[in-house]
């Protein structure tokens, strides 16, 4: 067969081609490299391989079946997060970014053909039948996850209002699966959960970073001020467990918190295409003390955050490692044929260091528990083919100023429960270890201290 009469019957795919879509720029890069020949010659190869799947394969299959997944495993070969969204997953991703899906209210990623947890989302079937992040979901109404595609388990995973999916995990610690039978629900996350702890010390808890994020949190931090009013001695920004989102959401909320500085910058391919995101005048808190928790849990968006706010000394960052997410993907729809999600540059916080593979490391380290297992969950450096870390600071050579606390203060922090300490329930605040070192930190620094600014 000539290769004429080899694309002819690839249409689907050389029409995408044609468009300039993907392939476009990608060989006009390949003849600069090698010449036009070999751009051709590996064309020929995918209809080769194209028609032999189609022709030989056990079972008929459909070319659009074909060409998604030849795409898709293009895109999922380049790193963790690139991948491709059928039309549907496409609508279903715009829905969640505007704060309501279907589903179980699940952050998921994949690795090692397994799907696994990164966080359940707050208040949502996922978390109220105790999927932990580090959870690794090995079955799926009792067929294996194994060979699924990231989107193949979500879609999956995603059905009906009511309608009930049972799950397999596999659990660090744990010895046998664990079975969970989940009802779907309408996914309307409350991203933003706050509240008094006593009469000085304000709690505002982002789950993640979607369409609502920022102006819940401007609405959370005034009625906090309103409350507690000339008694109010510090507020705690909870970020674990989330999982990040909208970039521009990231960088509205360090808006609210900074009066002026460097908040992020992202590096592309090209130089050209730098951005550099800087904070307006205005601190919505009025300059009260502020500590974040993370841990490593805490991806992307919610990295972009603690590290500005770190960077500037305008919070002390409590917790654990975060998980080291420090790139950014951007979606990229194909008319009628979904979208590509790509990953197209490095984030670097406002020091200059890139937190890709290393996470934020906080000012003071504060264990959730005893188990030091926790320590050892899988974070970012750990997924297959993982973005390196580079063009940043060198992690030694990161200049960001003393924390500069009174005497005594930092002592009075523990770094672990003690023992016989009460296992944590998330519906009671007392046995929440880390956000009770928070409120021993803030509570222990003398009243009207106003931390260190951003002078950028």
Not at 107 to 127: L, M, W
Not at 160 to 169: D, P, V
Not at 256 to 262: A, N, P, V
Request: without cysteine; aromatic residues 4%.
């Amino acid at each position: 067969m000539s290769f004429k009469a080899k694309i002819s019957t690839t249409a689907l795919v050389t029409g995408a081609f044609a468009a300039g879509i993907v392939v476009g720029p990608l060989v006009a890069a390949w003849a600069q490299d090698g010449g036009r020949a070999e751009t051709y010659r590996l064309l020929n190869l995918f209809g080769d391989v194209f028609e032999r799947v189609r022709a030989e394969y056990v079972e008929p299959v459909q070319d659009r079946d074909l060409v998604e997944n030849a795409i898709n495993g293009m895109l999922t070969g380049l790193d963790p997060h690139s991948g491709y969204l059928n039309p549907r997953n496409f609508r279903d991703m715009q829905v969640q970014t505007r704060g309501e899906f279907g589903g179980l209210g699940i952050e998921v990623t994949q690795e090692n053909g397994y799907i696994k947890v990164i966080s359940p989302i707050d208040d949502t079937p996922a978390a109220r039948a105790g999927i932990r992040p580090g959870d690794l979901i090995v079955n799926l109404n009792g067929t294996s996850t194994q060979g699924l595609t990231l989107q193949e388990a979500v879609e999956q995973m995603r059905g009906e209002r009511g309608s009930a999916i049972r799950l397999t995990i596999r659990r660090e610690g744990e010895r046998n699966p664990i079975e969970l039978s989940i009802t779907r629900d309408v996914i309307r996350p409350q991203v933003v959960r706050f509240r008094m702890e006593g009469n000085d010390v304000g709690y505002v808890r982002l789950s993640s970073f979607n369409e609502q994020t920022d102006t819940a949190m401007r609405r959370a931090v005034q009625t906090i001020r309103s409350q507690g009013g000339t008694n109010l001695r510090g507020i705690v920004l909870d970020l674990r467990n989330n999982p990040g989102g909208l970039l521009d959401q990231a960088v509205q909320v360090s808006d609210d918190l900074l009066e002026q500085g460097e908040i992020v910058s992202t590096r592309a391919r090209r130089a050209e295409d730098a951005q550099r995101w800087n904070a307006r005048a205005g601190d919505i808190t009025g300059g009260v003390p502020i500590v974040v928790l993370v841990n490593s849990g805490s991806a992307s968006a919610s990295e972009i955050v603690a590290g500005a706010l770190q960077d500037h000394r305008r919070a002390i960052v409590l917790g654990t490692r975060s998980f080291g997410k420090g790139s950014v993907q951007t979606v990229m729809p194909l008319g009628p044929n979904g979208a590509i999600r790509l990953t197209t540059a490095r984030y670097y916080t406002p020091s200059g260091r890139s937190i890709q593979n290393t996470g934020i490391e906080p000012d003071i380290e504060v264990r959730a528990s005893r188990d030091d297992n926790a320590r050892q969950r899988e974070r970012e450096a750990d997924l297959r083919r993982s973005l390196r870390n580079e063009g940043g600071v060198a992690p030694n050579a990161v200049q960001i100023p003393p924390l500069n606390l009174p005497s005594g203060v930092v002592e009075r922090i523990q770094a672990e429960p003690p023992e016989g300490a009460p296992a944590f329930d998330a519906t009671k605040p007392e046995t929440d270890f880390q956000l009770q070192q928070a409120l021993t930190l803030i509570r222990a620094l003398p009243p009207g201290t106003t931390l260190r600014r951003a002078q950028r």
